[in-house]
Structure formats: structure tokens, C-alpha cells
């Protein structure tokens, strides 16, 4: 198949509140988007009009059209968003690999490690391009999401290996992505702090700021800090600069009123994304034998309470 590289339009697979808000960047910056949706295979001709709203940080709405595509539709991507759950990428993807151009970018924006080296078993030919974000969004309804946090977004090659399109550079440039050399880094310490909020707000179902204030839910914040520092020492992630719980106390004082999404995700009996936080970690913990008993703990209760 080949690429029509007249074709600019960015497909976003998976309409959470990260990947709508995404999709809302690329409407206000006038470049072309399409959402997808699932559908059988018998309906791959569909597409369908939809409505996009967006609530700005200062509280302005906005309303974009968009069309969403059938994931079976026979026309060509050249740049694919996937914003799924990190657990459900391989099954999201599977039915857009035959539609997937010969030089076409994946760029993966998602919480989570570990799904990207699956991503690129199935793509060996495609360029894979990571993605990390500290922008806050919650969506109120299907397609409307409100814009709840400032933040900082980059993106980079999965290891580091290949050369960035610079087309595709400087398109993302123009939504504020920037590129990051080692962008495992920003992912892992990420995934850090996710593996503290996460799943303890998710256990105790409660807010992220409560962590900080019951002193239960401290003591178990500051000992799964130890366990997950002690991981990225081993590896060679140390943050020598700012330690893991300094860190947490930022992200959960700051986003003190919001749930996490895996409370959320724990609340409406979803899955949840464990395997690609703390088990992705405890993966890392085994294979250089660091003890992290109640990383483990943590993964096994998550485990009792998540859907299915
Ligand atoms: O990324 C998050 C999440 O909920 O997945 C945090 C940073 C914990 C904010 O809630």
C-alpha cells in the first residue's frame, strides 16, 4: 500500500477525555481529523457526523464538527493518535492495521508501560512514536470534554532508534508537542507517580488529595515511594533532583479534588490499567530483584476488584 502523502489527516483511535481533547487541538489549529469508532464490518462504509465540545481552561465553550469513521472504513491512515486504555491497544488496533499506509507515524498517548513494545510487534514497519502528557481533561458526556488542567506534552521514538518525520515534527509542534530525546524517561517517571495515585485512591476510594491527608493513606504513600524508588535506581531512572513522594505531593495536591482513573475505572467496573503501571513495574522489581511486597499487594487487590 502506499502512503498518499497529500493526506495529512490524523485519525484518533479512543475518545476519552485525552483523546477528544486532542482531536479538539487539531480542529482548532484547522488540521485535519477523524475520529473512529467500532462498528461490524458489514457497516464499514459508515461515517458519521458529530458534534465536538470543548470547555477552555478560562471556562469558554466551543463546539467543532468531526466526522467519525468506522475502525472497517477502506480509506488510508497515514497518522494514527491511539488514546485507548493501555490494555485494550492490541485489540483496537488489529482491525486498522490493513489501512495503516507503508510510511505511516503511530503516535501512542496513553497512561501505562510496556504496551508500546507490543504496539511495535505488530507494526515491525511503522514508525511508533510515544507520547506523555500532564494536561488535565474529564469529559461530561460523549464528546464533550472540559479542558481541567494546564500542562506539558512531548513525544518521542520508541528507543530512541529511528529519525522523526519532520513534517510530523513540526505538525505536532503546532499543538504543543514537543520532542524529547529519551522519552522512556518522562513515561517511566509518570508511571511513577501513576503507581502511587492510582491504585491506592482506587483501593480506598477516595480523592487524589486524601492520600495526603489520612495518615493511613500517607504511611502507604510514602512506603510505596521507597519500593518504586528503589526500582528506578536499579534501573538507572534515579531522580536525583526531586524525590518520588515531593513528586506525588505535587500531582495529588494539585488535582486534590479529582478522582483518578483507576478509581474511576474501579467505580464503573472497567478494567483497569494495573498490568501497564504498577505490573509493568513489579516486572522491572523481578528481574533485578528488588523486593516490592506491597507493590505486589497492591496489584493482587486491584486485581479482586476490577471488572471482570
Ligand atoms: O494521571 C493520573 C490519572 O488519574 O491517571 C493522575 C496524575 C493520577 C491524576 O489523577
Redesign the pocket.
Known amino acids: 500500500m502506499h502512503t498518499n502523502e497529500t493526506d495529512r489527516t490524523w485519525y484518533i483511535l479512543g475518545t476519552g477525555a485525552i483523546g477528544t481533547l486532542w482531536a479538539a487541538k487539531f480542529l482548532q489549529h484547522s488540521m485535519p481529523c477523524r475520529l473512529l469508532h467500532r462498528s461490524n464490518p458489514e457497516q464499514s462504509g459508515d461515517v458519521i457526523s458529530c458534534k465536538l465540545r470543548l470547555i477552555k481552561l478560562d471556562n469558554s465553550q466551543h463546539s467543532y464538527d468531526i466526522d467519525s469513521e468506522s475502525i472497517y472504513h477502506d480509506s488510508e491512515i497515514s497518522r494514527l493518535l491511539v488514546c485507548t486504555k493501555s490494555y485494550q491497544s492490541v485489540e483496537a488496533i488489529k482491525p486498522l492495521i490493513p489501512r495503516l499506509g507503508d510510511t505511516a507515524t503511530v503516535l501512542i498517548l496513553q ?1 501505562g508501560m510496556g504496551q508500546h513494545q507490543q504496539l511495535a510487534a505488530l507494526l515491525p514497519e511503522l514508525q511508533i512514536l510515544l507520547a506523555s502528557t ?1 494536561e ?1 481533561a474529564l469529559t461530561r458526556s460523549a464528546l464533550e470534554v472540559k479542558h481541567s488542567g494546564a500542562g506539558i506534552s512531548s513525544f518521542g521514538s520508541l528507543n530512541h532508534s529511528s529519525r522523526i518525520n519532520p513534517v510530523i515534527k513540526a505538525e505536532l509542534a503546532r499543538i504543543n508537542m514537543q520532542p524529547e530525546q529519551d522519552i522512556e524517561a518522562v513515561l517511566w517517571s ?1 508511571l511513577s ?2 503507581c502511587i ?2 491504585p491506592l ?1 482506587a483501593i480506598h476510594n477516595c480523592r ?1 488529595g486524601q492520600l495526603l491527608q489520612n495518615p493511613q493513606l500517607l504511611s502507604l504513600t510514602q512506603q510505596l515511594c521507597a519500593e518504586i524508588e528503589a526500582v528506578s535506581a536499579a534501573m538507572g531512572r534515579p531522580d536525583k533532583a526531586t524525590s518520588l513522594f515531593d513528586k506525588v505531593c505535587t ?2 495536591t494539585a ?1 486534590c479534588q ?7 475505572d474501579i467505580l464503573f467496573k472497567r478494567g483497569t ?1 494495573i498490568d501497564f503501571i504498577n505490573g509493568y513495574l513489579q516486572q522491572h522489581a523481578d528481574r533485578l530483584n528488588i523486593p516490592c511486597p506491597l507493590n505486589r499487594q497492591i496489584i493482587s487487590q486491584i486485581k479482586h476488584l476490577q471488572y471482570p
Open positions: 497512561n500532564t488535565g509518570k507517580i501513576n495515585i492510582n485512591t487524589n500531582v495529588a488535582t479529582n478522582f483518578s482513573s483507576m478509581q474511576q490499567e
